[in-house]
């Protein structure tokens, strides 16, 4: 596809993404805002409001992107991220409407179309030069790192939604796990891909959810020690990171 239909469906897509967003808090979409319509499935994992405001560095991170792909310097970018952000956009607007008509187990299906259009996107921009394409980087490792976590929220909200309450173990153990699993996350991309950005959304994710659960003994003593190996993993690969041309 030509580089500047490319440029032109992302922004498009972006705009699309940033209006829906807008519309779906400020109407609010089908009656309830989206944090409201959390509260619909209730589940220890979930952080506390002020953590979502993660969104607006993630979104100033995108507008920058959409920025720099108008850039001649921006031309390798474009091509090797090829139609996957403007797919990641459409992704992203339909799990919008999906979430607030209450349709939980189709959102988990769009969220997991999302986390796989980041994840190629991670994986296509890597090779590129930091100094030259850092605004198509960081935007990305920043977007992967909290779409993982709400990945996980989202699968828990389906369970909720179809009446399950933890099995055998109590919410707080479900809770403590899926920490345990989105540090498993953040270990492999800390030492495969010395990713500091990843790490840093979970490590303000893990916050998130302390300060809504400070109670809870068993998933603060996950936390504490789920935060701390992702430190000791990012200063390792800061530490082994190499300046790039």
Known sequence: MPVNT????????????????????????????????????PNRFVPAGFTFGIWGVIYLALLGFTVFQFFQSAHGAIKSIGIWFFVSCLANASWILAWHYQKPLLSLGLMLLLLFTLIKIYLVVRPLTWSANWLAKVPFQLYLGWISVATIANATAVLVSYGWAGGPLSEVAWASIMVVVAAIAGLFFAIRYKDIPYNGVLLWAFYGIYARQASEGL???????????????????LIRRTPQA
């Open 6 to 41: 490319l440029r032109l469906l992302n922004l498009l897509g972006f705009v699309l993404v940033i209006a829906l967003n807008i519309l779906a808090n400020a109407l609010p979409i089908n009656g309830m805002t989206t944090g409201e319509l959390s509260a619909l499935y």
């Open 219 to 237: 998933l603060q003593t996950t936390l504490y020690i789920a935060a701390s190996a992702l430190i000791v993993a990012t200063l390792f690969a």
